[in-house]
């Protein structure tokens, strides 16, 4: 367990709609991190959160949106979905804002999401 | 433009043998590289790093080798257990703290 918590698990949804997926970093980490891996696709990173502010961006779309609240949990928000939106979604959390390159980044179970 | 490449998305070996697991990457200005390691319904684990500086890092059974003037670095796992058996990915990371995957190699280690 490595004290990460996404939720949901699963999420089956339509195109054209928005969801909204979750993380709970690990206690006392101040980074989250959002990744999507879509089949066949390696772990794309999306976006990097630190103490609530924004602090790097990847290959995230417009029509997603992602926030960092007081308490430390994140939300991934992904509107007007497509069908190609359809992938597992992994958060991870480190204490510091670079705490990935001593390997220090602690992965959630994913949040795999289905659009119909 | 994939700055991490996996060219081979499967690889398996017997138990008890070597196995290699390569990376490619394409920017000079990664300084570390890391493997993670991946079982079906969890979420990636790290394995092990090294630093732009070395040319190589062993834990255990696990030695990851830098070759910086070929931009390439390899995993090799000795002995290979059943264990073992999972989904590896290679990372890359520079001064802005996130990481660079690759598409991953699906390693079977045949009892």
């Known amino acids: 367990d490595s004290g990460v918590t996404q939720t949901p698990k699963h999420l089956i949804t339509a195109t054209g709609q928005r969801v909204t997926l979750r993380c709970s970093p690990r206690s006392g980490d101040l980074s989250v991190y959002w990744y999507q891996q879509s089949l066949d696709q390696g772990l794309q990173f999306l976006i990097q959160?630190?103490?609530?502010?924004?602090?790097a961006k990847g290959n995230i779309l417009e029509r997603f949106s992602a926030q960092q609240f007081p308490d430390l949990h994140s939300e991934l928000n992904l509107s007007s979905l497509e069908l190609g939106d359809s992938a597992l979604y992994f958060c991870a959390s480190s204490l510091y804002a670079t705490g990935a390159n001593t390997g220090e980044l602690f992965f959630g179970e994913g949040s795999r999401l289905t659009v119909l | 433009d994939q700055q991490v490449k996996q060219n081979s998305p499967s690889l398996s070996v017997q138990e008890g043998r070597i196995s290699i697991l390569n990376c490619d990457y394409t920017?000079?200005?990664?300084?570390?590289f890391l493997w993670y390691k991946k079982y079906p319904a969890e979420g990636p684990t790290f394995l092990i790093s090294i630093s732009s500086i070395k040319d190589k890092n062993e834990d255990g059974r696990f030695t990851v080798f830098l070759n910086k003037s070929a931009k390439h670095l390899s995993l090799h796992i000795v002995p290979s257990q059943p264990g073992d058996s999972a989904v590896y990915f290679c990372?890359?990371?520079?001064?802005?703290?996130?990481?660079?995957f690759g598409k991953g190699t699906k390693l079977s280690v045949k009892p």
């Open positions: 990372a890359a990371g520079g001064s802005q703290g996130n990481l660079i």
């Open positions: 959160y630190y103490n609530g502010e924004e602090r």
């Open positions: 920017n000079s200005m990664f300084d570390y």
